[in-house]
């Protein structure tokens, strides 16, 4: 489903944020990509949504989705994938919804703008959307503005609003850095059941092994903008070959019980 073959990526005249990055996704899988603030990890999800920061280019290398190159998209192109085939989620939903307009209002008008329903039709969608998030009285939280909601009900919402038209590639970049715990492992429960439920291949972005190791079936190590460590799970947490890697395990948390270290 994707394929991204020897990708670089550089702003301006620094040196590349990125180098020799490859990675080949099947349907439904979950990749997590793991490393320290600056290893180039939001860097090549920004560079699969075609929306790099600040004057960022693909020097080299190709990003191949269903069997064709994104690197040449048009506008119109990129904007017929992006919210239908291709979703993000950020790291602080909250932050990027408009504090003065009301969840239902905003939820409306991202399915109007990617699809020809009505504004009953997009009301009634936003609302089915949020109750499969589990969020309780969804009719009362359409009408509430975001600060009205906690961290995990504003994170729950930009789930929700990037899986409205089932994406086939969720890019979820340090969905859960800014939760408890508690909501945590249940964010991340209801993505696995995502990708159970429609097939979503999701390509998770995170400083903690912990829930990379929870939720991936393949798991790239990534430190100074170069892949230091790739292959399953399994054998990543096996036989970890580069001692960046191994000081990563011996900092793995337990989660619901169970700890992803042999």
């Known amino acids: 489903m994707l394929e991204i073959k020897d990708l670089a990526v550089q702003y301006g005249k620094q040196a590349p944020t990125i180098?020799?990055?490859?990675?080949?996704?099947?349907?439904?899988?979950?990749?997590?990509?793991?490393?320290?603030?600056?290893?180039?990890?939001?860097?090549v999800i920004r560079a699969v949504l075609g929306a790099l920061a600040g004057g960022g280019r693909v020097t080299s290398g190709d990003i191949?989705?269903?069997?064709?190159?994104?690197?040449?998209?048009?506008?119109?192109?990129?904007?017929?994938?992006?919210g239908s085939k291709m979703s993000m989620i950020f790291q602080d939903c909250?932050?990027?919804?408009?504090?003065?307009?009301?969840?239902?209002?905003?939820?409306?008008?991202?399915?109007c703008t990617h699809s020809k329903m009505s504004h009953d039709e997009a009301w009634k969608l936003?609302?089915?959307?949020?109750?499969?998030?589990?969020?309780p009285d969804a009719e009362n939280i359409m009408k509430s503005f975001p600060h009205q909601l906690s961290g995990g009900m504003r994170q729950r919402v930009g789930i929700a609003m990037a899986m409205t038209f089932n994406p086939e590639l969720l890019l979820a970049d340090e969905p859960t850095s800014a939760l408890d715990v508690t909501t945590q492992a249940q964010i991340v429960r209801q993505m696995m059941?995502?990708?159970?439920?429609?097939g979503t291949g999701i390509i998770i972005v995170t400083h903690n092994l912990g829930v990379a190791a929870y939720m991936a079936d393949q798991l790239i190590v990534m430190k100074h903008g170069k892949?230091?460590?790739?292959?399953?799970?399994?054998?990543?947490?096996?036989?970890?070959?580069?001692?960046?890697?191994?000081?990563?395990?011996?900092?793995?948390?337990?989660?619901?019980?169970?700890?992803?270290?042999?």
């Open 126 to 135: 936003g609302v089915t959307m949020l109750e499969k998030m589990r969020l």
């Open 193 to 198: 059941e995502l990708r159970d439920s429609f």
């Open 227 to 262: 892949v230091v460590d790739q292959g399953t799970r399994d054998e990543v947490m096996s036989n970890p070959t580069n001692d960046y890697t191994k000081k990563l395990l011996e900092a793995v948390p337990e989660m619901e019980g169970r700890r992803f270290v042999s």
């Open 64 to 82: 191949i989705f269903q069997g064709k190159s994104l690197l040449g998209n048009s506008k119109d192109e990129w904007r017929k994938i992006r």
């Open 94 to 111: 909250g932050g990027t919804l408009n504090p003065i307009r009301r969840i239902g209002s905003q939820y409306v008008e991202y399915i």
């Open 19 to 43: 180098e020799h990055f490859n990675l080949s996704m099947k349907k439904g899988e979950i990749i997590s990509v793991v490393g320290e603030s600056g290893s180039g990890k939001t860097t």
